[in-house]
């Protein structure tokens, strides 16, 4: 695949006959460090290039990626006799209009020699406290180049640098981790903000040292990182293949038009401008756009890939996402809870609950909504003040019951987590964030 360009694309699509060809290169460049106890370690770089093809043919789909070193004629010739091959199906696509497009995002940077003084500047600031005993560091950087063509006629190419930085607080019986990115280079990153975070880390990490653990049921404040999290446990809920499905616990009150939360609650999905989960176009070529999952309390919209969308007989949002060589499927891209008008001193005035900082581990049923999380930076609320630092916290419950419960929603914002995202063995990157908020009782355990 050496020196493959875009109108090499065209010839694979001539040559793979059936009901709609996809091809798709996907190239990248990567460059990453880890810095541990101030020394550089496992310096990392390397471009890789890929080509993926889907092909659909009598309702079934065939799916194929480039292995490496082989050829791209090898693998035109693997697909005309798996074509073949295909049984008859039912699987269709929604329609979308030709459109031909180049994006590529200015990917603004620094010196090597900044960045790492940058890592040693934060790993100094976190080990001030004898207490923390380590604070791995690890910095990627990855431009990431995708042209997708179609036999309908899309054609568009998108390069976006994306920038992911991991650090962790260690002290002798916690470990706190956090990861802050986004896209345009080493420049995208909020320099004074992460040292605050990583202040606020070592704080968290040390306190729970000795903090005292709770149970019971207790009001419960979530943070806009803890909030991201309930976020988009609710979005997977509306992925359209799960409700098509039926697997979804969200799929009657979709149906129905019901209502799941107060009037005072909206959940977005979109890939924001600006953060680690942006993209212009999902990996189908369709055009993202602001998904809007639930308006004022009801279930208003799905996240669709091409197919989902050709179930439900609607236009596809730009949900359709996947890895190279696999279906796309509908997937959440940067979900948040729209803010509203309570002031943070508002959401506060409780006479005795606790304040969650953040969810290092959640485990939640798309089926029924039933979760157990375990929070971190947790602390005591009383007459409307937070008071000491709590010990390990988790939470229990049920999602639904948790949304039907929210009291206030903040007229703050901040699209606070990135994580990495398992559906079907498929792994994307996946934003979220929201105001604070509120709920009437939650159970800790």
């Not at 040559?15 to 101030?38: M, P, T």
């Not at 956090?178 to 004074?192: N, S, T």
Request: with cysteine; aromatic share 8%; hydrophobic share 40%.
């Amino acid at each position: 695949m050496v020196g493959l360009r875009g109108e090499e694309l065209y010839d694979v699509l001539a040559q793979v006959k059936a009901d709609y060809v996809e091809v798709k290169l996907q190239e990248w460049e990567v460059f990453s460090l880890k810095l541990y106890d101030g020394q550089v370690q496992d310096i990392r770089a390397y471009e890789d290039r890929k080509v993926g093809l889907r092909a659909l043919k009598n309702g079934s789909w065939l799916v194929l990626s480039s292995a490496k070193g082989e050829k791209v004629s090898d693998l035109v010739e693997k697909a005309k006799r798996l074509i073949a091959k295909l049984p008859h199906g039912d699987a269709r696509l929604a329609l979308v209009s030709r459109h031909k497009d180049r994006y590529a995002l200015r990917k603004e940077d620094i010196g090597l020699e900044s960045k790492v003084e940058f890592f040693r500047q934060l790993e100094s600031v976190a080990t001030e406290d004898v207490l923390v005993w380590s604070v791995p560091i690890r910095y990627t950087e990855v431009v990431e180049s995708k042209h997708v063509i179609t036999s309908e006629g899309v054609d568009v190419l998108q390069k976006i640098p994306f920038v992911l930085l991991s650090i962790t607080v260690n002290t002798a019986t916690t470990s706190h981790s956090r990861l802050f990115g986004g896209v345009g280079g080493f420049a995208a990153l909020d320099a004074g903000k992460i040292m605050e975070n990583v202040r606020e880390m070592c704080k968290a990490a040390v306190a729970q040292l000795t903090a005292k653990r709770v149970s019971g049921k207790f009001k419960t404040i979530f943070s806009p990182s803890a909030a991201g999290t309930l976020a988009e446990k609710v979005a997977h809920m509306l992925e359209a293949d799960f409700v098509r499905d039926g697997i979804s616990a969200l799929r009657a009150a979709f149906e129905r038009g019901e209502r799941v939360a107060p009037a005072f609650f909206s959940l977005s999905d979109a890939p924001l401008d600006g953060c680690f989960c942006f993209y212009k176009y999902d990996d189908e070529g369709v055009a993202a756009r602001k998904k809007r999952l639930i308006e004022k309390g009801v279930p208003e919209e799905l996240i669709h890939s091409r197919e989902t969308a050709a179930s439900f007989e609607t236009a596809p949002n730009g949900g359709g996402r996947g890895p190279l060589g696999a279906m796309p499927m509908p997937r959440t891209s940067a979900a948040f809870i729209n803010r509203s008008d309570a002031s943070f001193d508002e959401i506060m005035d409780v006479k005795q609950g606790i304040y969650v900082g953040g969810i290092a581990e959640s485990n939640v049923s798309v089926r029924d909504g039933n979760f157990k999380m375990l929070a971190q930076e947790c602390y005591l609320v009383e007459n409307g003040e937070l008071k000491k630092p709590l010990g390990a916290v988790t939470l229990v419950g049920n999602l639904l019951e948790l949304l039907r419960g929210i009291e206030m929603v903040g007229d703050d914002f901040e699209l606070a987590n990135i994580t990495f995202d398992e559906k079907a063995g498929q792994v994307v990157h996946v934003c979220s964030g929201g105001p604070h908020l509120r709920v009437a009782e939650v159970k800790v355990v």
